[in-house]
């Protein structure tokens, strides 16, 4: 089974750029979050999305963030404009479903530096 | 709100050793907790989750973790650590109820000496 597939890997980027990562998760996952972890800290839940509405985005910095889904299936996660704090690994997750007996699959993630 | 708490930075154990890496929690109501292990480069791993049932839980790896009411723990531990446990570990909560959004401690590193 393929894992949650995640692009770039890495993103080198100036302040007040514009950056956007892709994500694709697990074949069948309804549920997919994207996360930021900053160096030193867990992960931080940005975006949760069921099929393609979103569910919580309560701490998404809609400003200079947003998140879309289209067709339930792959992802896309925006930055813009970029500001220096905003450097950190975005990781995408997936699960079957939303409910808690379901586990997370999480990609590879994209390191962000904002410089 | 529903929180754990991860209080060591760096847990360092010789190979062959018991591993015991630490969380508290808080939550209201029946606590779900979860434990992930990140390597270098990676995305994180599942490795197990306390929903209800036996204090303790088994998990992936040789991993297991005791939850404790009484102390509001969830400590992750291993009886015999490998080099190739050295990695960060992360103890996670369930935050809302019927949805599986979970909110992470800040993650341990344990560095397994040969």
């Known amino acids: 089974e393929a894992g949650v597939a995640q692009s770039p890997r890495y993103k080198i980027i100036e302040k007040r750029q514009s950056v956007a990562f892709w994500c694709n998760p697990i074949?069948?996952?309804?549920?997919l979050y994207w996360y930021q972890q900053i160096l030193g800290q867990g992960p931080k839940l940005l975006i949760q999305?069921?099929?393609?509405?979103?569910?919580?985005d309560s701490q998404l910095p809609k400003d200079r963030f947003s998140a879309e889904r289209l067709k339930g299936v792959d992802s896309t996660l925006k930055i813009q404009p970029a500001k220096l704090e905003d450097s950190a690994v975005y990781l995408c997750?997936?699960?079957?479903?939303?409910?808690?007996?379901?586990?997370?699959?999480f990609g590879p993630g994209t390191r962000l530096t904002v410089t | 709100a529903q929180s754990v708490a991860q209080p060591e930075d760096q847990v360092n154990v010789a190979e062959g050793n018991p591993l015991t890496v630490k969380c508290t929690y808080s939550?209201?109501?029946?606590?779900?907790l979860f434990w992930y292990v990140q390597y270098p480069n990676r995305g994180l791993q599942f490795l197990l989750k306390?929903?209800?049932?036996?204090?303790l839980v088994k998990g992936s790896y040789g991993f297991e973790a005791e939850f404790n009411k009484s102390q509001t723990s969830f400590h992750l531990k291993k009886p015999s650590a490998l080099v190739s446990d050295s990695a960060l570990y992360f103890c996670?909560?369930?935050?809302?109820?019927?949805?599986?959004?979970?909110?992470f401690g800040k993650g341990n590193q344990v560095v397994v000496i040969p």
């Open positions: 306390y929903i209800t049932g036996d204090n």
């Open positions: 997750a997936s699960s079957l479903a939303a409910e808690t007996i379901y586990e997370q699959y």
């Open positions: 074949s069948g996952h309804a549920t």
């Open positions: 939550v209201s109501g029946n606590p779900y």
């Open positions: 999305f069921q099929n393609n509405g979103v569910v919580d």
């Open positions: 996670a909560v369930r935050v809302l109820y019927g949805n599986n959004r979970l909110a």
